[in-house]
């Protein structure tokens, strides 16, 4: 049964292995994934937040609900513009149990590149939102929490929110 990592569990900040073998274990994982994602209202999950130390994550763009399996993604290019975004993370979360949100400014455009579910090799450009959260669930592969772009001022105010989630 996996289970969700919230903040100050070491496993976040873990930078995770990539994945050596694709089986059916690791694709019912995934497939539990986008199903806690769902259920939570998220537009992306990454294996340490369920607790593995592997590169892959499950993402959705929110306009067409296209779900993407990412096994070993790599961020091959990052635009020239950035844009700053609200963005909020499933472990991450607030005195209400609601993820907290923090404008976070980041590349508007990515290409990235990944192994699917069955072995294909994709890549694909990715702008807008679904850039965002492939930047934000890979960063979590590395061990990165979209808190670490902000200051330290800003980081504060979002964990006295996340301290008060644990009381």
Known sequence: MLQMKLCGDPILRTTCEP????NDELRATMDTMVAMMREQSGVGLAAPQVGITRRFLVMMTPDDEKIFK??????VSYGDKTCTMEEGCLSILGGDNLPVYANVTRPESVVVEWTDET????????????????????????GKLFIDYLSGARREMVMRRVRRHKK
């Open 19 to 22: 994945v050596d073998e694709i």
């Open 70 to 75: 990412m096994i070993n993604p790599r961020i």
């Open 119 to 142: 072995g294909k090799q994709m890549s694909a450009e990715m702008s807008g939102v679904p850039a965002r959260i492939v930047q934000h669930e890979t960063d979590h592969l590395d």
